[in-house]
């Protein structure tokens, strides 16, 4: 095993991913609209597709693309272009039919409204609810008079005499009656008033409504000229782009990703099982007391050790001094590196599940 844990894979480049997805996007693109755009040919005639160039785009990276480019041409039969410039032709000859009547139309418009002769609603009627109300109180009187005269004579046979106060009462309980009654006369006056100045504006309105029919008619029929020279243009077939299922080239680079990433988290496994199995040795090396050198030697191996530094100290033999910590304590300690004394004194070099061990007192 190594000094150090696995290195991850890299991650897929983005640009170059986009750049790969653009690219089958217009693939799919041209492949659409090739396919869905077939001539069409018909009674009333053909359409016709054709590539007529190409135009350049630019993907995310900076590639360039080449996107075609198409018409469509519509052709009508002999028979329905005979009825097409028919239509034409009629559509013109209403136009000029209009353009003649906007001239006339200005002679029309360039007068003001004449409403000189509309019924005049200025009466306020007051003189024909007078005679009204007067025909009504003609009539209304003798009854009112011969109604008076009964109830006194029977008030007097009764025996009530006359400016007494029952006598008063009941000749002014008629008096009442007479103005209710009189009242009546004048609200059927003022709905007879109200009735002929109603009738007065509506016959003015009605007036003044064919003026402005009158007025108007020649905007109506420009209008409706208008309306029958309007340009028809022929009907064709929309161009469309039926659906072309895309290369997930993103989902592929992706999913490597993540396969590449599984193997580095099962290779990361496996250090780390290694790391365990070497504190495991270098708790059996060192002892219960730390200080108990195992019997091939004490655990050197410049593998199991961090934080490595050069004391810049030489022993007798010229071997390096280093100070360090191993992996599974910080416990700050001296020594030697196996693989620098295996150069120097073989002998003093062991072996214990794989890493070098130094038996020190072989050194002095």
Not at 229 to 247: I, Y
Not at 297 to 308: A, H, N
Not at 323 to 336: E, M
Request: net charge neutral.
């Amino acid at each position: 095993m190594g000094k150090s844990a696995p290195a991850a894979p890299a991650p897929p480049d983005p640009y170059k991913t986009a750049s790969a997805q653009t690219g089958t996007n217009i693939q799919s693109a041209i492949a659409n609209a090739t396919i869905g755009n077939a001539n069409t040919y018909g009674p009333t005639g053909s359409t016709i597709y054709k590539q007529i160039g190409q135009q350049s785009i630019t993907g995310p990276d900076g590639q360039t693309y080449q996107v075609p480019q198409y018409s469509s041409t519509t052709t009508l039969s002999p028979e329905q272009q005979q009825l097409y410039n028919q239509q034409t032709q009629l559509g013109s000859d209403v136009n000029n039919l209009a353009l003649k009547q906007v001239g006339q139309l200005g002679d029309t418009l360039g007068k003001p409204v004449d409403t000189s002769a509309l019924p005049s609603v200025a009466n306020d009627f007051s003189a024909d609810r007078s005679a009204v109300e007067n025909a009504l109180f003609n009539r209304l009187n003798p009854q009112l008079q011969l109604q008076r005269d009964a109830l006194e004579n029977k008030l007097v046979n009764q025996g009530f005499q006359r400016g007494t106060a029952a006598f008063n009462n009941a000749m002014d309980q008629e008096n009442r009656q007479e103005n209710d009654a009189r009242l009546a006369i004048t609200g059927q006056g003022l709905q007879e008033q109200q009735g002929l100045n109603s009738m007065a504006q509506a016959n003015r309105q009605r007036a003044l409504q064919e003026t402005l029919a009158i007025r108007n008619q020649p905007l109506n029929e420009i209008s409706a000229l208008r309306s029958g020279g309007q340009v028809s243009l022929p009907n064709a077939p929309q161009f469309n782009a039926p659906t072309v299922a895309n290369t997930d080239l993103s989902g592929d680079l992706y999913n490597t990703a993540a396969i590449q990433n599984s193997q580095y988290g099962q290779q990361m496994q496996q250090y780390n099982q290694q790391l365990a199995g070497m504190y495991g040795l270098g708790s059996a090396a060192l002892g219960a007391g730390g200080y108990a050198l195992g019997k091939n030697g004490w655990p050197s191996d410049r593998r199991l050790k961090r934080e490595i530094i050069d004391l810049g100290i030489r022993l007798v033999n010229g071997l390096k001094l280093y100070a360090y910590r191993y992996l599974w304590d910080d416990k700050p300690r001296a020594g030697v590196m196996a693989d620098e004394v295996l150069r120097v004194k073989p002998d003093a070099v062991g072996l214990m599940n794989g890493f070098l061990t130094v038996d020190y007192r072989s050194l002095a």
